[in-house]
C-alpha cells in the first residue's frame, strides 16, 4: 500500500510542478508581450537615417539648472526630420500601455529638467542639421533654418546677407526650438516683440508622429499653439524666421540710478519712443561698491573725475542699459541723438559709461562671460533662476519688498529688471503673460556654491525664491513665472488661468497620448488630462 500512495504523491507533485512551470512560462510571456512596449527592443529596429543610443545617455540627463538628472532610456541622434518623425510615431502606435515619452533637448539650457525624458527618448536636436539655412533676401527677408540650428550661428550666416534676426535673448548659445518653445526675451522685445512674435512659418512633428507645416494662414492653431508652447504640442524641426537689415556697430551705455520710481519712469518712458534706443534692459546691484571699477575694463566713464568720486555707501542701485545700432557713416547724427536722449534721463550723471563695439561683439556678450567661467569651474553648477513676470502697476511694490527686505545682500548673479510692451506680443501664442499693456520682467539668474553653506549656497538661494513667490501671491501682484516650473497640475491650471482650457484642447488635439515633453511636467502619459 505504501507504494501506490507514493506513486499517486509523485504523480500529484508531477501535475503540481506541471501546473506552476505552466504557470511561470505564462507570465513571462504576459510580461514579455507587456514590456515589449517599454523596453528598447522594437527602437532598435527602427528604420531611421540617424542612431538611437542607449547606452551613452548620461548627458542627455543634464542641464544648465545642474540640479535635476533622469536618465533616459535612449537618445536618439536624427539626420533627418523623418526620423524624429518615425520615432515618435512608433512610440504613438505603441498606445497607452508604454510608458515611453520624448523630450527635445537643444542646447542643454534648460533649467529644471524640461528637457529630460526619464526612461523616455531624448532627441538630440543639435544633430538636427537638415535642412540647411536658406536665405531670402527681398522684401520681408527671412531665413529657413532647422530647429536644433543654434542662434549663433544664425547671427553669423545672415550678416553674410547683411542681415539679422530682429529679436534676441541675451544668450545666444541656444537653439531656435528651444526659444521658440518659451518665448525668447531680450532688450529688443519691447521694441520687436519676443523672438515668437517674428516667426512667419514652423515645420513641427505633433505627438502623432505627423510632420505638418504651420503659419499663421496654414494649420493655424497648430502655429500658435507651439510657440511659447513648452514643447506640448509637437517638436519644432524648422523655422521661418524674420529678418532686418543688420548694422554694423553699436553704441553701448551704462548708467546708475540710487532712486527706483526715476529708473522705472524713465525705462517707461523710453520704450515708448521707437526711436529713441534699440535695446533696452536694466539690472540691480546689491551691496556692490566697486561696479564702476569693474565697468572701466570695457567701458569709458564720461567724466572720469567724478566717476572715480563716487561711492555707493551699500545702498541698491539700479542700472539701465541702453544700446543704439548704428552705421559708421551715422556716427555723428548717432551722437547727437544719444545726447539728447540722455539728456532727459534722471540717472547719477556721474555714473555715464560709453563704450563702442560691433554688432556681433555685443550680442554674444554672455558667452564672453560664460568662457570666463568655465575657465574658473564655476559654470556647471546649480542655477536657481528664477524668472517673472509682473505688471506695471504692481512693480514698485514688488521693488521695495524685494529689493528692499528679502534681498539685502550681494547678489549671486544678474538679477535683470526691465519693461516690454504687451501689444508686441500675439496674445494667440501659447505663451502667458500678465493682462496689463506693460509688463517688466524680473530675472533672478543665480549660480550656486556646491559645496557652500552660507549666502551663496543653493539652499539660501532657494529659500530666497520662495520668499519672493510666497509674498507676490500674498500680495495678488498679477505675476506670471518665465520659463515656467511647477510640480502639480493644479498649479499649472492656475498658471494659465482662463487659458487652461485652450491649452488642455490643444494638448487633446496633437498629442492626446501626453507623449511630448514630460519634463515641463504639466500631463502624465496614459492618465486622462480633461
Same mark, same amino acid.
Request: aromatic fraction near 10%.
Given at each position: 500500500?505504501?507504494?501506490?500512495?507514493?506513486?499517486?504523491?509523485?504523480?500529484?507533485?508531477?501535475?503540481?510542478?506541471?501546473? !506552476?512551470?505552466?504557470?511561470?512560462? $505564462?507570465?513571462?510571456?504576459?510580461?514579455?508581450?507587456?514590456?515589449?512596449?517599454?523596453?528598447?527592443?522594437?527602437?532598435?529596429?527602427?528604420?531611421?537615417?540617424?542612431?538611437?543610443?542607449?547606452?551613452?545617455?548620461?548627458?542627455?540627463?543634464?542641464?544648465?539648472?545642474?540640479?535635476?538628472?533622469?536618465?533616459?532610456?535612449?537618445?536618439?541622434?536624427?539626420?533627418?526630420?523623418?526620423?524624429?518623425?518615425?520615432?515618435?510615431?512608433?512610440?504613438?502606435?505603441?498606445?497607452?500601455?508604454?510608458?515611453?515619452?520624448?523630450?527635445?533637448?537643444?542646447?542643454?539650457?534648460?533649467?529644471?529638467?524640461?528637457?529630460?525624458?526619464?526612461?523616455?527618448?531624448?532627441?538630440?536636436?543639435?544633430?538636427?542639421?537638415?535642412?540647411?539655412?536658406?536665405?531670402?533676401?527681398?522684401?520681408?527677408?527671412?531665413?529657413?533654418? #532647422?530647429?536644433? &540650428?543654434?542662434?549663433?550661428?544664425?547671427?553669423?550666416?545672415?550678416?553674410?546677407?547683411?542681415?539679422?534676426?530682429?529679436?534676441?535673448?541675451?544668450?545666444?548659445?541656444?537653439? !531656435?526650438?528651444?526659444?521658440?518653445?518659451?518665448?525668447?526675451? #531680450?532688450?529688443?522685445?519691447?521694441?520687436?516683440?519676443?523672438?515668437?512674435?517674428?516667426?512667419?512659418?514652423?515645420?513641427?512633428?505633433?505627438?502623432?508622429?505627423?510632420?505638418?507645416?504651420?503659419?499663421?494662414?496654414?494649420? #493655424?492653431?497648430?502655429?500658435?499653439?507651439?510657440?511659447?508652447?513648452?514643447? /506640448?504640442?509637437?517638436?519644432? $524641426?524648422?523655422?521661418?524666421?524674420?529678418?532686418?537689415?543688420?548694422?554694423?556697430?553699436?553704441?553701448?551705455?551704462? =548708467?546708475?540710478?540710487?532712486?527706483?520710481?526715476?529708473?522705472?519712469?524713465?525705462?517707461?518712458? @523710453?520704450?515708448?519712443?521707437?526711436?529713441?534706443?534699440?535695446?533696452?534692459?536694466?539690472?540691480?546691484?546689491?551691496?556692490?561698491?566697486?561696479?564702476?571699477?569693474?565697468?572701466?575694463?570695457?567701458?569709458?566713464?564720461?567724466?572720469?573725475?567724478?566717476?572715480?568720486?563716487?561711492?555707493?555707501?551699500?545702498?541698491?542701485?539700479?542700472?539701465?542699459?541702453?544700446?543704439?545700432?548704428?552705421?559708421?557713416?551715422?556716427?555723428?547724427?548717432?551722437?547727437?541723438?544719444?545726447?539728447?536722449?540722455?539728456?532727459? @534721463?534722471?540717472?547719477?550723471?556721474?555714473?555715464?559709461?560709453?563704450?563702442?563695439?560691433?554688432?556681433? &561683439?555685443?550680442?554674444?556678450?554672455?558667452?564672453?562671460?560664460?568662457?570666463?567661467?568655465?575657465?574658473?569651474?564655476?559654470?556647471?553648477?546649480?542655477?536657481? +533662476?528664477?524668472?517673472?513676470?509682473?505688471?506695471?502697476?504692481?512693480? /514698485?511694490?514688488?521693488?521695495?519688498?524685494?529689493?528692499?527686505?528679502?534681498?539685502? &545682500?550681494?547678489?549671486?548673479?544678474?538679477?535683470?529688471?526691465?519693461?516690454?510692451?504687451?501689444?508686441? +506680443?500675439?496674445?494667440?501664442?501659447?505663451? =502667458?503673460?500678465?493682462?496689463?499693456? !506693460?509688463?517688466?520682467?524680473?530675472?533672478?539668474?543665480?549660480?550656486?556654491?556646491? #559645496?557652500?553653506?552660507?549666502?551663496?549656497?543653493?539652499?539660501?538661494?532657494?529659500?530666497?525664491?520662495?520668499?519672493?513667490?510666497?509674498?507676490?501671491?500674498?500680495?495678488?501682484?498679477?505675476?506670471?513665472?518665465?520659463?515656467?516650473?511647477?510640480?502639480?497640475?493644479?498649479?499649472?491650471?492656475?498658471?494659465?488661468?482662463?487659458?487652461?482650457?485652450?491649452?488642455?484642447?490643444?494638448?487633446?488635439?496633437?498629442?492626446?497620448?501626453?507623449? @511630448?515633453?514630460?519634463?515641463?511636467?504639466?500631463?502624465?502619459?496614459?492618465?486622462?488630462?480633461?
Amino acid at each position: 500500500m505504501r507504494y501506490p500512495l507514493a506513486s499517486f504523491i509523485t504523480k500529484n507533485n508531477m501535475l503540481f510542478w506541471r501546473s !506552476i512551470m505552466f504557470m511561470f512560462l $505564462t507570465c513571462i510571456s504576459i510580461r514579455t508581450q507587456f514590456c515589449c512596449s517599454s523596453n528598447p527592443s522594437s527602437l532598435r529596429t527602427l528604420a531611421i537615417n540617424g542612431h538611437l543610443t542607449f547606452d551613452e545617455v548620461h548627458d542627455a540627463a543634464k542641464d544648465f539648472g545642474n540640479r535635476l538628472q533622469m536618465l533616459p532610456l535612449a537618445v536618439l541622434h536624427p539626420k533627418s526630420v523623418s526620423d524624429i518623425a518615425t520615432t515618435i510615431k512608433h512610440i504613438w502606435q505603441l498606445g497607452s500601455d508604454s510608458e515611453i515619452t520624448v523630450a527635445a533637448r537643444g542646447h542643454g539650457h534648460s533649467l529644471q529638467g524640461q528637457a529630460q525624458a526619464h526612461r523616455g527618448i531624448v532627441i538630440n536636436m543639435e544633430a538636427l542639421r537638415s535642412p540647411e539655412m536658406h536665405f531670402y533676401t527681398g522684401m520681408a527677408p527671412y531665413v529657413d533654418v #532647422s530647429g536644433g &540650428e543654434l542662434w549663433i550661428n544664425v547671427l553669423h550666416e545672415s550678416l553674410k546677407y547683411g542681415l539679422a534676426p530682429k529679436s534676441w535673448t541675451d544668450y545666444l548659445h541656444l537653439t !531656435i526650438g528651444g526659444t521658440l518653445s518659451n518665448a525668447g526675451i #531680450s532688450g529688443q522685445a519691447f521694441h520687436h516683440g519676443p523672438q515668437i512674435s517674428n516667426v512667419y512659418q514652423l515645420e513641427v512633428v505633433t505627438g502623432k508622429g505627423e510632420v505638418l507645416n504651420c503659419s499663421e494662414k496654414q494649420n #493655424s492653431d497648430l502655429f500658435y499653439s507651439v510657440l511659447g508652447g513648452l514643447g /506640448q504640442f509637437g517638436i519644432i $524641426t524648422r523655422a521661418r524666421i524674420s529678418l532686418e537689415a543688420a548694422p554694423q556697430k553699436v553704441k553701448w551705455i551704462r =548708467v546708475l540710478y540710487s532712486d527706483f520710481t526715476t529708473f522705472a519712469r524713465d525705462q517707461e518712458r @523710453l520704450i515708448a519712443s521707437d526711436n529713441a534706443f534699440d535695446y533696452i534692459e536694466g539690472f540691480v546691484t546689491i551691496n556692490r561698491t566697486g561696479l564702476l571699477n569693474n565697468w572701466r575694463s570695457s567701458f569709458d566713464p564720461q567724466d572720469p573725475v567724478q566717476a572715480s568720486q563716487f561711492r555707493s555707501d551699500g545702498k541698491t542701485l539700479f542700472c539701465l542699459e541702453l544700446v543704439k545700432y548704428f552705421n559708421t557713416d551715422e556716427t555723428k547724427k548717432v551722437n547727437e541723438d544719444v545726447t539728447n536722449q540722455l539728456s532727459q @534721463l534722471g540717472y547719477i550723471k556721474s555714473t555715464l559709461f560709453l563704450t563702442e563695439v560691433s554688432y556681433v &561683439e555685443f550680442l554674444d556678450r554672455v558667452h564672453v562671460s560664460e568662457i570666463k567661467l568655465r575657465s574658473k569651474g564655476l559654470w556647471e553648477v546649480p542655477h536657481p +533662476w528664477l524668472n517673472l513676470l509682473i505688471p506695471k502697476s504692481k512693480i /514698485q511694490a514688488f521693488a521695495v519688498e524685494v529689493f528692499g527686505d528679502i534681498l539685502t &545682500e550681494t547678489s549671486n548673479g544678474p538679477i535683470l529688471i526691465y519693461p516690454v510692451n504687451k501689444s508686441k +506680443w500675439d496674445d494667440r501664442t501659447s505663451a =502667458v503673460i500678465p493682462e496689463e499693456d !506693460i509688463f517688466y520682467l524680473v530675472a533672478f539668474l543665480s549660480s550656486a556654491v556646491p #559645496s557652500s553653506t552660507g549666502t551663496d549656497s543653493l539652499e539660501h538661494i532657494l529659500n530666497q525664491n520662495r520668499r519672493i513667490l510666497e509674498f507676490c501671491e500674498t500680495a495678488n501682484l498679477g505675476v506670471k513665472q518665465y520659463l515656467p516650473h511647477y510640480t502639480t497640475q493644479e498649479e499649472w491650471r492656475a498658471h494659465f488661468g482662463p487659458r487652461w482650457e485652450v491649452f488642455v484642447q490643444r494638448k487633446s488635439t496633437y498629442d492626446p497620448l501626453a507623449i @511630448l515633453a514630460p519634463g515641463q511636467r504639466i500631463f502624465q502619459k496614459a492618465i486622462p488630462f480633461s
